[in-house]
């Protein structure tokens, strides 16, 4: 229920999103990892395939560099056989949220910073790194991140 009210204010306003986040839920208020971005702004394209294979889960590619104040348009893909999640952030966050996913697998992300994609679906995210650092996208369905669902995002 909240993630339908909360999906309908981003596209009415993102202004008008940012209190109603602080009050939703798990830490979503400010966004690690820089902001939301504006798909009506060029953005350079990345594409993330997630799946699974050999044991492992993982995203293709695991590690991407940008520039501070560029804009990413992410291309999700998931080409495995189970549900997989991108969730961007900092490292210390998303260990604190895949923690309370353990207390609730069933949480689903579709916020500006996360999406959650049953097999074979695409979705998109577009999202200005604002900050300089290391960030990370990770799968927070218990036992996914520690089976190496882990991509590295160096902003300079
Ligand atoms: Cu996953």
Not at 60 to 73: D, F, H, L, N, Y
Request: glycine share 8%; net charge positive; proline share 6%.
């Amino acid at each position: 229920m909240r993630l339908i009210l909360a999906a309908g204010l981003v596209s009415a306003s993102a202004l008008i999103a940012a209190p109603v986040f602080a009050d939703v839920g798990h830490g979503h208020a400010a966004f690690s990892a820089g902001e939301p971005g504006n798909p009506k702004r060029p953005a350079r394209v990345v594409q993330v395939v997630m799946r699974e294979g050999d044991g492992k889960m993982l995203f293709v590619p695991e590690r991407i560099e940008v520039k501070r104040g560029e804009q990413i348009r992410f291309v999700l893909r998931n080409n495995g056989d189970l549900d997989h999640e991108f969730v961007l952030a900092t490292t210390k966050e998303n260990i604190k949220h895949a923690e309370e996913m353990k207390k609730n697998p069933e949480m689903e992300h579709d916020d500006p910073n996360s999406k959650r994609l049953a097999p074979k679906k695409t979705s998109e995210i577009v999202w200005r790194f604002t900050k300089a650092g290391t960030f990370e996208y990770g799968c927070l369905i218990p036992g996914h991140r520690e089976a190496g669902m882990i991509g590295t995002v160096i902003v300079k």
